[in-house]
């Protein structure tokens, strides 16, 4: 049975702060995503991770995958209350259908 | 910019009741999606459709569930006789690409769905 498990699954961090979510998969996947979701909104697209030792930075958040290791990381730089959310990440099941395997989300609650 | 749009926005019905959830993908696209978010718990795949017909479907999606693009713009999920497990957020998403290719999903706002 296929597990994306990320971890923390709740994070408290203060503003300024660093701060890195894993992400865990037991699947052989060359595409990793990561979505934000702030409560009772929509699933919004962070990064799209396609090989190994993809890379990709927007701001104060950077994703990284070793398919590997299967695993997935999203570092945060100097975290702002902004950022307060829950980020999920999700693989690929490369069954032909873009059937996306969810994590468990990991909720980040960054203090001012 | 161009978004996926869902309706209703929440809907609460009695068990046992049909439900049908609407969703129009942004134009484009051609990979068409469901899933589901119960409160508090991570997002489900339900179903991918393309071409007129149904790509893939997870476990969740049993003979209750049904999917159709109707008009051409319209992509519907409809459950037949609603149970109170269905009690979720459903969310419809659209890629321009899918398949083998590399398809970023974007997803609409959901359609919050109760089950009395």
């Known amino acids: 049975e296929l597990k994306v498990e990320q971890n923390p699954l709740f994070l408290s961090m203060q503003e300024g702060k660093n701060y890195t979510i894993y992400c865990n998969y037991s699947t052989t996947s060359d595409r990793l995503y990561w979505y934000r979701q702030d409560p009772g909104k929509s699933l919004e697209s962070l990064f799209v991770?396609?090989?190994?030792?993809a890379v990709k930075q927007e701001g104060r958040l950077m994703a990284s995958l070793d398919t590997k290791a299967r695993l997935s990381t999203l570092h945060i730089t100097a975290a702002v209350h902004d950022l307060s959310a829950t980020y999920f990440c999700a693989v690929d099941m490369r069954t032909g259908a873009n059937n996306l395997f969810f994590g468990t989300g990991t909720r980040l609650t960054v203090i001012p | 910019e161009p978004e996926v749009t869902q309706t209703p926005s929440h809907q609460v019905t009695q068990m046992g009741q049909e439900v049908i959830l609407r969703c129009v993908p942004i134009s484009n696209h051609l990979y068409f999606y469901w899933y589901r978010q119960i409160l508090g718990q991570k997002v489900e795949f339900l179903v991918s459709f393309y071409n007129n017909e149904i790509s893939e479907k997870s476990e969740i999606f049993d003979d209750q569930f049904s999917v159709e693009r109707p008009d051409g713009s319209n992509f519907t999920l409809k459950i037949r006789s609603t149970k109170l497990e269905d009690s979720a957020m459903y969310f419809c998403?659209?890629?321009?690409?899918?398949?083998?290719?590399?398809?970023?999903?974007?997803f609409g706002e959901g359609s919050r769905l109760t089950v009395l």
């Open positions: 998403a659209s890629s321009v690409l899918g398949g083998a290719a590399v398809g970023e999903l974007f």
């Open positions: 991770l396609l090989s190994n030792g």
